[in-house]
């Protein structure tokens, strides 16, 4: 069982950044690959960015590269996704999900998930 807390998100202008983290509770979640999703109101949830294991491997939904970075740091059991460029289409509520496997790159099967934190995006 692994649980994950959001923190992060919050109000800014377009152009702007925000810097999200994803904490996990457990001590193995090294074995976990961790995404994140995203849903604004009235879509359908998108699986935006993702991290391997070791962290050296990473997918990004093509509306977001080059803007946004995943990173993980296995020691604090932290995973960060620094937003920058925001535009007022990335607005959404952002989910932080993990799954014991190293299939990171594929939106399935990730069964745990964080509460979620909104990312309010104003032009």
């Known amino acids: 069982q692994v649980q994950l807390v959001e923190s992060g998100g919050g109000l800014v202008q377009a152009g702007g950044s925000l810097r999200l983290s994803c904490a996990a509770s457990?001590?193995?979640?090294?074995?976990?690959?961790t995404g994140w999703f995203r849903q604004a109101p009235g879509k359908e949830r998108e699986f935006v960015a993702a991290i391997s294991w070791s962290g050296g491997s990473t997918y990004y939904v093509d509306s977001v590269k080059g803007r946004f970075t995943i990173s993980r740091d296995n020691a604090k059991n932290t995973v960060i996704l620094q937003m920058n460029s925001l535009k007022p289409e990335d607005t959404a509520i952002y989910y932080c999900?993990?799954?014991?496997?190293?299939?990171?790159?594929?939106?399935?099967?990730?069964?745990?998930w964080g509460q979620g934190t909104q990312v309010t995006v104003s032009s």
């Open positions: 999900a993990a799954k014991y496997s190293d299939i990171y790159y594929d939106g399935r099967d990730y069964n745990y």
């Open positions: 457990r001590r193995t979640f090294r074995r976990y690959a």
